[in-house]
C-alpha cells in the first residue's frame, strides 16, 4: 500500500489507510471491523455478576452495599435512560437508615453501558482510588454497587448519603476499538437536578491501551482536593495535573 497515511497507523487505533479490494474494504479490514462490532455489543449486554463483584471489593478492605435503580432488564436500561439515573425508593431507604456519620465521600460503580470494562479494570482502579482517598485521610460511605446506572445516579446516592462529593467509576459506552473503557465522574454537593456542567470526568481509563489506574487515580484525587478547598466542581474546575508534572 503507498497511501501516505499508512505510516500514521502506528500512532492511533483508529480505522486509518485500511486499502481497498475494488470498491469495497480488504477481506481482512472487514473481519477486524465485524470483530469490533460483535465486541462492543458484547459489552453492553454482557451480565455483571455483581455479587462476585462485592466480595472483590471487600477482599480489598472495603464494606459494599449491593443497590438497585427500577431497570428490570437490560433492554428497558438502553431503552429509558432516565430509569437509571435513579434508586428504587427501597435503596434509597436503606442509605438514609444507615447508622453511620456523613462521609466527605460517596463512592459508587456501576457497569453503565459496558459490565466488559468494570469486570476487567473495576477492581485494579478503585483499589488505586481508595488507597489514595485513604492516604489522604477522606472519610467514605461504603462503596455502592449499582447495576445498570446512569452517571447522574451519583447525585441521589449522594445526597441520600450526605456527602461532601460523590464520585461513580462508570463502564462507558462501547466504541470499535474500546469496548473495555472505564469512566469517572465527580460532582461536589451532588443533589437530584445537578447537570452535566458540575461533574467532572476523566474518561478511556483502560491500560495498556488508555489511561493507567495510577494516572487516573492522580486525576481524580487531585480533582478530589481542589472541589474540597475550592466548594465547587464542573466546568469552574480543571485538571492541572499535567501541568503540575511539567
Known amino acids: 500500500m503507498t497511501d501516505q497515511w499508512i505510516s500514521l497507523r502506528r500512532f492511533t487505533q483508529a480505522r486509518i489507510a485500511l486499502g481497498r479490494a475494488g470498491h469495497a474494504l480488504p477481506t481482512g479490514a472487514l473481519l477486524d471491523f465485524q470483530l469490533a462490532h460483535a465486541q462492543a455489543r458484547d459489552a453492553v449486554h454482557f451480565p455483571w455478576d455483581i455479587e462476585a463483584f462485592a466480595e472483590e471489593v471487600q477482599d480489598i478492605g472495603s464494606e459494599a452495599l449491593i443497590l438497585e435503580t427500577p431497570v428490570t432488564e437490560r433492554g428497558e436500561y438502553l431503552r429509558r435512560p432516565d430509569l437509571g ?5 427501597e435503596s434509597r431507604t436503606r442509605l438514609r437508615d444507615l447508622d453511620a456519620a456523613p462521609a466527605d465521600l460517596a463512592l459508587i460503580v456501576t457497569n ?3 459490565s466488559t470494562a468494570v469486570k476487567r479494570h473495576g477492581i485494579a482502579l478503585l483499589q488505586q482510588v481508595l488507597g489514595g482517598l485513604r492516604q ?16 447522574a445516579l451519583l447525585d441521589d446516592i449522594g445526597s441520600a448519603l450526605a456527602a461532601r462529593m460523590a464520585i461513580i467509576i462508570v463502564g462507558e ?47 481524580l484525587l487531585q480533582l478530589v482536593g ?3 478547598a475550592r466548594c465547587l466542581s ?6 492541572e495535573t499535567m501541568r503540575t508534572i511539567e
Open 234 to 239: 464542573g466546568v469552574e474546575l480543571k485538571d
Open 85 to 89: 439515573r435513579m434508586l428504587t425508593e
Open 173 to 219: 459506552r462501547p466504541g470499535l476499538s474500546s469496548p473495555d473503557s472505564l469512566g469517572i465522574y465527580l460532582t461536589y454537593a451532588p443533589q437530584l437536578g445537578n447537570t452535566d456542567a458540575q461533574r467532572n470526568c476523566i474518561s478511556n481509563i483502560r491500560p495498556p491501551e488508555g489511561l493507567s489506574y495510577q494516572e487516573a487515580a492522580a486525576k
Open 136 to 151: 489522604r485521610h477522606y472519610t467514605a460511605a461504603p462503596v455502592c454497587l449499582v447495576a445498570n446506572g446512569r452517571v
Open 226 to 228: 481542589e472541589a474540597m
Open 112 to 114: 453503565g453501558l459496558s
